[in-house]
């Protein structure tokens, strides 16, 4: 457990709470924006099925993407606004005016990238493994997958679905959007600067994630580093996606005490039970006059803890979500829109959810419906372009 | 046209630009809150049907809604925080430690609330008559009606989300959800303080709106007055929602000119056609060297203009939305949600959708699908509750 203060000031690097609002996040880097970054408010993402079987297409496609996207995160239009009367606008416009809201663009690579359609299957990373089927999955294949992914993160969802309907708009004919999710608002900190934020069951969420000044973790659980991985992959990552509804009508009829012990945690403070504040150690130890565990067998906390997975660490991401109603149940189509990086999946979001979906006490009130799995390459360098390693 | 200059200051009432987004917005008064109120940057919004026969049902579920709607607005959660361990919580959390965020809560009943399930037959006002069959109507009726709606709009989407759920969860038995939506951005001024946001067709949307400072026009076209209607709405008002999809993808690849023709406006600085500032008056006579009107016959600001529609002008309050991809067609299901307010929408909304519904040109690129009509009762007196005018 990482015993982080969010009262302590973080000397380096940038933080939500020095960052104005209108601040433009570099785009160019040694890894892509949107990783690292301070978790902005709100998401905006979209997965794309590739309908070429041009490699010279996608390649084309990911040059015009990067270009665009430079544009985007500096506030600026997708090209001259001054536009000739008779061709279509080069930019759609809804974000003329705004401020670059810290956007970040990230782009990944699905399993189906290196299916054989464009000669990328010796380049497919052995981590890049599909996921496996996993305890409780109920999954709809219209809001899992995709040969591309763009995360879109920004202070201003205009700004971020302004991003992701341009470059999807950019891609038309050579991709197509395969799912789209609009997160409103955050449910991580990635940095130590950042007040955790609670989901939509009330709690905080996220307290023990990786924050991106602690180098040693990042360099240990999310950088791909350089040795035994596929060259173009180095000081890229791996994304996981997951659209987790929550059934919060359930939820909020179960008892204050109870899920407390689902979570493991304190609702209010954040606390773990046994401990006083929110950033106090997890004890998976302490008994109480009964002789039974404080942290109960079952409890959200206890399972995720990494000492229950081979010290295994994720670097999160998520945002709440909600759709409207289920035309099945009526009730809110709601939840946690779920995002993390590693290393490897297969060490760290896998093993973790093969021990939380089969125990996690979480499970009678969540259901995976989405599943995504995506190779993110490394930071674009000026004058690059985004997949450059792998296509280039 | 009102020659409104959004760089003016306004003596007296709030505005956007002077609201800290912290604040708390007073929740009684002589109308409710969240219609004259600057138009807040996010959207949450529920209508809901009635379960039950009883009217003393619907009039304890209105107290108890306006019991923590007191709460809410204020950045407070329902009841105490210190919850009883066995109990369900009293606040369901997620928007603890969250600022007021300019949050408004607003009540209205639709026509079906009058339909004889609760002896209201006779109280039902003539204004309140079902909204017709309109030119363009493609409605989905999960999308539509309801007894009753909650408009929660809030700087913060997570207290505006969190305060329809928890107005959800206390109604449950009683009145149970039938649609509800998430508005990322707004649309509308309602101010002159605020500065006319963008659409996502990329066009300034409401230039010439009523804004609440215009005294003389909310009283001549939004606020019912003391003649010739029920007694139970003096003071209120009559809201109109309009689900409005937008067909993106085909508007993206019109040609910029035909999109300046269609709306009637330059869309980088919102002039009207022919001028050369946003604000500048619309000259509906205006001839080019050829004869052919500037603004073009069936251009959107045209059909809408007052002098087109008797005179007549309403308060509008639109949020961009989108719900993901639309399963038929692989497209975004991505618009506005509009909502207007007006005195009497036979007069208002009816005639006006009636005119742009047969005429419009953007018909070719934006479809209704969705609908609601209530009505919104004056505002709640201290120690009074929603709608005691009506059920009281």
Redesign the interface.
């Known amino acids: 457990m990482l015993g982080r203060d969010d009262t302590q000031a973080v000397s380096g690097g940038p933080t939500a709470t020095s960052t104005p609002p209108s601040a433009a996040v570099p785009f160019t880097g040694a890894h892509q924006a949107g990783i690292a970054t301070p978790a902005q408010d709100?998401l905006?993402m979209a997965a794309f099925d590739l309908s070429t079987s041009s490699r010279d297409d996608v390649v084309a496609m990911l040059r015009t993407w990067t270009a665009a996207a430079t544009l985007m995160v500096q506030g600026r239009p997708v090209g001259d606004?001054?536009?000739?009367?008779?061709?279509?606008?080069v930019?759609?416009?809804?974000?003329?005016?705004l401020a670059p809201a810290s956007l970040t663009l990230t782009v990944g690579f699905g399993p189906s990238m290196f299916d054989g359609r464009y000669g990328l299957g010796s380049r497919r990373p052995a981590a890049l493994a599909d996921l496996p089927q996993l305890p409780g999955d109920d999954l709809d294949p219209?809001l899992s997958g995709g040969d591309l992914v763009v995360q879109a993160c920004a202070d201003?969802?205009?700004v971020a679905?302004h991003a992701v309907?341009n470059l999807?708009?950019l891609g038309?004919g050579t991709a197509?959007?395969?799912?789209?999710?609009?997160g409103?608002?955050r449910t991580s900190s990635t940095s130590s600067a950042q007040?955790t934020p609670?989901?939509?069951?009330?709690?905080k969420d996220g307290t023990n994630n990786i924050v991106a000044e602690d180098a040693a973790a990042m360099d240990s659980f999310v950088w791909v580093g350089d040795e035994g991985e596929q060259a173009w992959m180095r000081g890229g990552t791996y994304m996981v996606t997951r659209r987790i509804r929550m059934f919060?009508?359930a939820w909020?009829?179960?008892?204050?005490?109870d899920?407390?012990s689902v979570i493991g945690r304190h609702?209010?403070s954040g606390a773990p039970l046994g401990a006083q504040a929110e950033h106090d150690a997890v004890d998976l130890t302490a008994v109480d006059a009964q002789g039974h565990p404080v942290i109960p067998a079952t409890a959200h906390i206890r399972l995720a803890a990494p000492s229950n997975n081979g010290g295994q660490r994720i670097l999160r991401r998520g945002y709440?979500f909600?759709?409207?109603?289920d035309?099945v149940t009526?009730?809110?189509d709601?939840g946690l829109f779920f995002i993390c990086f590693q290393r490897d999946p297969r060490d760290g979001f896998v093993a973790l959810q093969r021990q939380l979906g089969a125990h996690d006490a979480l499970n009678e009130y969540i259901r995976h419906t989405g599943s995504g799995l995506f190779a993110c390459p490394p930071g674009v360098a000026t004058g690059g372009w985004w997949g450059q390693g792998l296509l280039g």
């Open positions: 709100r905006a606004v001054e536009n000739a009367p008779l061709a279509p606008a930019d759609t416009g809804e974000a003329y005016g219209d201003d969802p205009q679905f309907r999807a708009r038309r197509a959007v395969r799912w789209f999710q609009l409103f608002g007040v609670r989901n939509l069951q009330g709690f919060i009508e909020d009829r179960d008892s204050f005490g899920q407390e609702k209010i709440s909600t759709d409207g109603i035309p009526g009730e809110l709601a």
